[in-house]
């Protein structure tokens, strides 16, 4: 049974990069756990008679046929956030894989080149730019600037990139991959509560929010916990706390969406005023002006909150994706050939919005019961899973 071996792809990985101290899984770009999972896929291609090739950014692709223009593309991401779930990303690698299966044991004879891809770091989980796989593809992050980032322990992009399999010198805007590819087609499971409140187990993507990632840097003076009179402190982790705060403030008056999920203090003993502190802000909102906007009012309330404590604030973008809306003709097409399919927009981010401003994009949903994403209660049910594979498989032979 098709669910069977969709959930048993799932099942083959799901020890792979468990995450014991988190929970969940966590599986960053070059690390164990996703390489180990990109051998996985190299092994499970190759047992439907694909040939997997990684490009010069480390995204795999599994070629039905002969690689060539106008493909059909369909795939998403292996890598995760830390402690996060086991569907975001997989669902949409085995689903693809699955329906070339299904398509293969049908006897259909593409007309066009397929392939299923899988991109690198779209969780920009390791190095902090989210989609770095089709982002360098499409040229819209400097090779350069990735060549230069080191993970928060320090590991440098370039070892990472060695053990994923692909040389950091050769990254860059890829055309010649770009030009390979006639339509891209992401299924992925949904990461809210919209397809549970609509009661539907499939939706086609309508639009993607807005999205960047700030890191704050708050300095002031390190001194002694005991020896230190409380009016004579410059502490930033006390004004990082009070940006924090301002940070849900300035979401919820402009309807916007704001966390702050990550907070360091340095040095980060008990019995030490830290003498800097950063937190990484994550914005979203349903247009780039609205999440600039927000931006902006994070950033002076964070330095008045620094003013007031003596200490001093820098705020540097680390990571920039622009609203999406995914384009209506192709959007329309995947519903005339599902039916009655919901349109949903989309809080998060993927790689299909990165494509989108380049090549003919668009992206199925399916329902996670629980509502939950990046956390480990994120759930897709066998049932739905088989429902979007077969809504995979069906657009899919329309285009073939
Ligand atoms: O962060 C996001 O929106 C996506 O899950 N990468
Ligand atoms: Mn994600
Ligand atoms: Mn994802």
Redesign the pocket.
Not at 346 to 350: N, V
């Given at each position: 049974m098709s669910g069977r071996s969709l959930l048993d792809g799932l099942g083959e990985i799901t020890e792979v990069g468990r995450d014991r101290r988190r929970g969940g899984w966590s599986r960053h770009l070059g690390d164990d756990g996703e390489v180990q999972l990109r051998e996985w896929f190299r092994e499970r291609a190759a047992r439907l008679g694909l040939d997997v090739e990684t490009d010069r950014n480390g995204n795999l692709w599994a070629w039905w046929g002969t690689p060539g223009p106008d493909a059909v593309v369909t795939g998403s991401?292996l890598d995760s956030?830390p402690g996060g779930g086991e569907f975001?990303g997989p669902l949409g690698v085995v689903s693809a894989l699955e329906a070339v299966a299904r398509l293969k044991a049908a006897g259909v004879v593409p007309t066009r080149p397929v392939a299923v891809i899988v991109f690198a770091e779209?969780?920009?989980s390791r190095f902090g730019r989210?989609?770095l796989g089709s982002r360098l593809m499409t040229g819209d992050i400097d090779p350069a600037l990735v060549r230069s980032l080191h993970d928060a322990h320090g590991v440098p992009f370039d070892r990472a990139a060695a053990a994923a399999g692909f040389d950091p010198a050769q990254i860059g805007a890829d055309p010649e991959a770009l030009a390979r590819i006639g339509l891209f087609l992401e299924l992925h499971v949904e990461?809210g509560r919209g397809l549970i409140d609509l009661d539907s187990p499939v939706a086609v993507a309508s639009s993607?929010?807005a999205?960047g990632r700030w890191r704050l840097r708050f300095e002031g003076e390190g001194n002694h916990a005991g020896a230190t009179r409380m009016r004579d402190r410059r502490d930033p982790l006390v004004a990082a706390a009070a940006g924090v705060l301002e940070v849900r403030t300035a979401a919820a008056a402009l309807d916007a969406r704001a966390t702050v999920g990550r907070i360091e203090a340095t040095p980060g003993g008990t019995n030490v005023i830290a003498s800097r502190a950063e937190f990484w802000l994550?914005a979203?909102a349903d247009s780039d002006a609205q999440t600039r906007d927000l931006v902006s009012r994070i950033a002076e309330q964070a330095a008045a909150a620094a003013r007031a404590e003596g200490c001093t604030v820098e705020v540097v973008e680390e990571s920039w994706?622009g609203e999406v809306r995914f384009d209506p003709a192709l959007r329309n097409r995947l519903s005339a050939a599902l039916g009655v399919v919901p349109a949903l927009p989309?809080?998060?981010?993927?790689d299909a919005g990165i494509l989108a401003a380049h090549v003919p994009s668009a992206m199925l949903f399916v329902r996670n019961p629980t509502g939950i994403?990046?956390a480990p209660d994120e759930l897709a049910e066998l049932a739905d899973t088989v429902r979007g594979v077969d809504a995979l498989e069906t657009v899919l032979r329309g285009l073939l």
């Open positions: 991401h956030v975001d779209e969780e920009g989210a989609c990461q993607i929010l999205h994550d979203r994706s989309s809080g998060a981010g993927h994403s990046h």
